[in-house]
């Protein structure tokens, strides 16, 4: 029998919609700069070649109508509205014709953003992990299986700030959609039971602050909620 200098962190998982089984987490991949006009907002080109990747570690999954704490190292709080996908079958250079059939099921995410050390880091051509890879950083609403919503390729997904819209607009706006991406990302990675996809957001991102309440909703899907509370005492 292993012995442990301290306890194993629990595994992370995520509720199903209409069932009592949960959805335990692998790994979390991000899909950067994946809407055109989210692009140009950040003064940037949108890869339209590939996607590229970013990455957040598990333990920093948050559960829709949490509430957390305003982040450390930060005075410029983001908001991200995503589509997210879970994988349900391994695979591994997946053909396009066939990427949709290792999907088990769709979910609300909300890519957190600690925005102000992501720009420093680009500037400086340095790793996201500090901006992108924190506590609380990646929140997940219950997740709808594909059995019951089928493959959401449209629809509109929507954030509003303490009741005010601020990101509005299509999934069919996507540059790269979920097959491409599936395909992309399994040349690279062997894909398992357990990997989410988080699959970029639109424009509209904007910095939250501590009371905020974050309200959002994919059409078709679902939706998520989040609170801000009050930056944690040292």
């Known amino acids: 029998m292993t012995k442990y200098l301290f ?4 595994v992370a998982s995520v509720p199903i919609r209409g069932s009592d089984e949960h959805f335990p987490i692998r790994r979390i991949f ?24 970013f990455t957040k570690a598990s333990v920093h999954y948050v559960p829709s109508g949490a509430t957390v704490p305003y982040p450390p190292g930060t005075a410029n709080y983001h908001h991200e509205m ?20 290792h999907v088990f099921g769709y979910a609300c995410g909300l890519d957190m953003t600690r925005r102000d050390l992501q720009i420093q880091a680009r500037e400086k051509k340095l790793a996201w992990d500090l901006a992108k890879d924190f506590e609380n950083a990646a929140v997940i609403s219950e997740l709808a299986s594909a059995s019951e ?24 706006l996507m540059i790269h959609h979920v097959p491409a ?52 005492s040292p």
């Open 149 to 172: 919503i089928g493959h959401p390729c449209k629809g509109k997904i929507e954030l509003k700030v303490n009741g005010d819209i601020k990101q509005s607009s299509e999934l069919k």
């Open 181 to 232: 991406i599936i395909t992309h990302l399994s040349r690279f990675y062997h894909l398992q039971p357990g990997d989410l996809i988080f699959t970029g957001t639109p424009e509209g991102v904007g910095p939250v602050a501590a009371g905020d309440r974050i309200e959002g909703m994919i059409e078709g899907v679902g939706e998520i909620t989040l609170n801000i509370g009050a930056a944690d």
């Open 82 to 101: 995503e589509l997210v996908v879970g994988i349900g079958k391994a695979g591994f250079q997946i053909p396009v014709g066939q990427s949709l059939s």
């Open 7 to 10: 306890a194993p962190p629990a």
């Open 30 to 53: 991000c899909v950067g700069r994946n809407y055109e006009a989210h692009a140009r907002e950040m003064g940037l080109e949108a890869d339209r070649e590939a996607p590229f990747y």
